[in-house]
């Protein structure tokens, strides 16, 4: 069926180091993805999108890298604070009116 | 900034009762979206509406129905309700042009439903 997965669903890292968050999605049609943040109680943030005619995107600490031929998204965040403990989120937008969430990793960070 | 206001934000109820969450989007935002996120799961998407019209459903029970207003903010009407249905339930709001996505889609903080 449809999809957007991540591949795991705890990532710990080191307070400082740079974490890699890693989704496949499997909706060829998808051309609009994002990835969200949420915290404990609270409801998904918004982090940073992309588009299908792009294969990297640089925001502020973050980045999201595209690749459509294996279909595979990632959400890298620089210099890892505290405050990046959360739950992360990729969704895609399949050319309708909806967002489809993946599974999420759990980010743990150590200090 | 205004934010997508949700009420209420806890709600407990018993099995076979009926529960109604409401959900007031950001100002001129015509698009409100519907998601129940399980303990521990991801957000499923529900259903939409766009313009006071349904654009699109998902896992959404018979059970349950949803509408939006003429003022835009819309209703998520449960009944019969089930253990299963204990979950915490998003609604989001934006400016998506249909087709289109350039925007953020804006959450609430969600309201808590705990079925006895």
């Known amino acids: 069926g449809e999809s957007v997965g991540l591949h795991l669903p705890t990532l710990s890292v080191q307070e400082g180091d740079n974490s890699i968050i890693n989704c496949a999605y499997s909706n060829s049609a998808s051309d609009y993805f994002i990835w969200y943040k949420q915290e404990s109680g609270k409801g998904p943030q918004f982090i940073i999108d992309i588009r299908s005619n792009m294969d990297k995107r640089q925001g502020q600490r973050v980045t999201v890298l595209l690749n459509k031929t294996v279909k595979h998204l990632s959400l890298q965040i620089a210099a890892t604070q505290p405050g990046d403990s959360a739950v992360y989120f990729c969704a895609e937008n399949p050319r309708d009116d909806k967002i489809i969430f993946g599974k999420g990793t759990r980010l743990h960070i150590l200090p | 900034a205004a934010g997508v206001i949700q009420s209420p934000r806890h709600l407990i109820k018993e099995k076979r009762e009926t529960a109604t969450l409401k959900c007031y989007p950001i100002p001129r935002h015509d698009t409100v979206y519907w998601y129940q996120q399980g303990p521990g799961q991801d957000p499923q998407f529900l259903i939409s509406?766009?313009?006071?019209?349904?654009?699109d459903k998902g896992s959404i029970p018979d059970r349950f129905s949803a509408q939006q207003f003429s003022d835009y903010h819309s209703e998520l009407n449960m009944s019969s309700l089930e253990l299963g249905d204990s979950a915490l339930y998003f609604c989001?709001?934006?400016?998506?042009?249909?087709?289109?996505?350039?925007?953020?889609?804006?959450f609430g903080e969600g309201s808590r439903l705990t079925v006895l």
């Open positions: 509406f766009y313009e006071k019209m349904q654009s």
């Open positions: 989001a709001s934006s400016l998506f042009p249909r087709q289109d996505p350039t925007g953020e889609l804006f």
